[in-house]
């Protein structure tokens, strides 16, 4: 870049533009002549028209270059957004008919187990019922044995109260006697 001690060219512009310049120099901290080259680097190098105001070079640059992020976007969206959301979607029902599935077989189970402990609660009452119906018989068991005895002593008893003399037709209404009583029972 060029300092103050090599001017080879002089260049003149009139007294608004030079207030224009003093003011753009000053914002930016340069002097003058460094920041007139600054603004001769700027357009050599980006190449742009300096009496394009609206930049339309840089505009139509920008189109060109949104145009080609657009086409890269679809392109990414066929090859690899578009097939992820049709595999996540498949993925998803499927998961859908797997969580039906379990949850079906798991009210299955559940159904079940209620049944067979329902059935359990009913058969233990059952079993209750029957121990009940076991431990009367058994007291009746008892009674009755008691009860025979003491027919069976009253027996031996009244015989032994007969004597030689005793008919038979006593010893055998004694006989008829024990039986009706053991009837009874």
Known sequence: MSTKDN??????????????????????????????????????????????????????????????YIRFIRAQEEKILIPVKTEVDRMVQSQIKILDCFNGQVLKANRDLLNNQQ?????????????????????????????FQYILNQYAKARENFGFTTSVKEKEELVQEARQMVAKL
């Open 7 to 68: 001017y080879s060219k002089t260049l003149r512009f009139s007294t608004e533009t030079d207030e224009k310049l003093s003011k753009l120099s000053q914002k930016f901290s340069l002097s003058k002549f460094q920041f007139f080259n600054k603004m001769v680097e700027y357009f050599h190098r980006t190449k742009k028209d300096p009496s394009d105001i609206n930049d339309e070079v840089l505009k139509n640059t920008l189109v060109k270059n949104h145009d080609t």
């Open 119 to 147: 059935a359990q609660v009913e058969k233990s009452e059952e079993m209750q019922q029957l121990m009940k119906t076991i431990a009367e018989k058994l007291e009746t068991k008892e009674s009755l044995k008691l009860k």
